[in-house]
């Protein structure tokens, strides 16, 4: 069947950079995520404990907070890592590690604070993870080139 219709209109071969050749890659959703994973350890580092003798209430609001707090900062480092990975394999290209010879690199310790931060409660290593996302977000920008300042820059 899939002949016949290639056949039937004339189709050409088609090449693609991903799975679907949308051509549309951002660092966006990467730095919205890194963002929230180093907010959500400023959360669970600043929710006071109640005292010993708190009501039921108290404990109850506490425990639902810190759940919600690190259910947050793990579901956010797994979609970073996630948009990291989607980057790191399908938008950047062999012929780019001449202009980004720490592309690998940069990517894998990214993916690593990804991790780090889903396990642990750190302040520094969501630091480092906003900034590697951030040095991601350069070298895209310049692998873009003219084309990123067609972007809405909050999307970079």
């Known amino acids: ?33 890194a963002e929230t994973v180093e907010k959500m350890v400023k959360k669970i580092t600043s929710l006071k404990r109640p005292v010993a003798d708190a009501d039921a209430l108290a404990w109850q609001a506490y425990n639902n907070s810190m759940t919600r707090f690190i259910a947050a900062k793990e579901e956010w480092a797994q979609i970073c890592k996630e948009e990291l990975w989607i980057l790191w394999t399908d938008y950047f290209k062999e012929e780019q590690l001449e202009k980004f010879p720490d592309l690998h690199d940069t990517f894998w310790k990214a993916a690593k604070l990804c991790s780090v ?32 300042s067609n972007y809405r820059k909050e999307w970079l």
Not at 9 to 28: L, Q, S
Request: net charge positive.
């Open 117 to 148: 931060n889903k396990r642990d409660v750190n302040l520094e290593a969501a630091n480092q993870l906003r900034g590697k996302v951030n040095e991601i977000s350069k070298m895209f920008q310049a692998a873009e080139g003219e084309k990123a």
């Open 1 to 33: 069947m899939s002949m016949f219709i290639q056949k039937f209109f004339n189709f050409g071969k088609v090449y693609a950079h991903c799975d679907v050749p949308c051509g549309v890659y951002t660092t966006h959703r990467a730095g919205i995520a």
